[in-house]
């Protein structure tokens, strides 16, 4: 069994920064990939970032490239997303996620776990 928490949300003034973490617990935990995904209110879920786990390789989405980072602890099974330059629509409720296998890195589907999520809002 494997659970992923975040953490590290909170409210910040737009250009203002935050580091969400998500910590993964269980006996073994090997994925292939771990990714971010926010959903606002009113809004489907949107693909942030992704990381491979293995080798580090990374995908983000247009709207926070330059932005945002993510990044990861392997010895922690620690997944992380520094966020910069915060604008008000980065508003929304983030969630991590885990893929056991390949898969298409924006979708959905391609996740097997999901964290319960951290509420991230910016202020203009």
């Known amino acids: 069994q494997v659970l992923l928490v975040e953490s590290g949300g909170g409210l910040v003034q737009a250009g203002g920064s935050l580091r969400l973490s998500c910590a993964a617990s269980?006996?073994?935990?090997?994925?292939?990939?771990m990714g971010w995904f926010r959903q606002a209110p009113g809004k489907e879920r949107e693909f942030v970032a992704a990381?491979?786990?293995?080798?580090?390789?990374?995908n983000y989405a247009d709207s926070v490239k330059g932005r945002f980072t993510i990044s990861r602890d392997t010895a922690e099974r620690t997944v992380y997303l520094q966020m910069n330059s915060l604008k008000p629509e980065d508003t929304a409720v983030y969630h991590c996620?885990?893929?056991?296998?390949?898969?298409?890195?924006?979708?959905?589907?391609?996740?097997?776990?999901w964290g319960q999520g951290t509420q991230v809002t910016v202020s203009s």
């Open positions: 996620a885990a893929a056991k296998t390949l898969g298409l890195w924006a979708s959905l589907t391609a996740y097997d776990y």
């Open positions: 269980g006996r073994t935990f090997s994925p292939y990939a």
């Open positions: 990381i491979s786990w293995s080798g580090g390789t990374t």
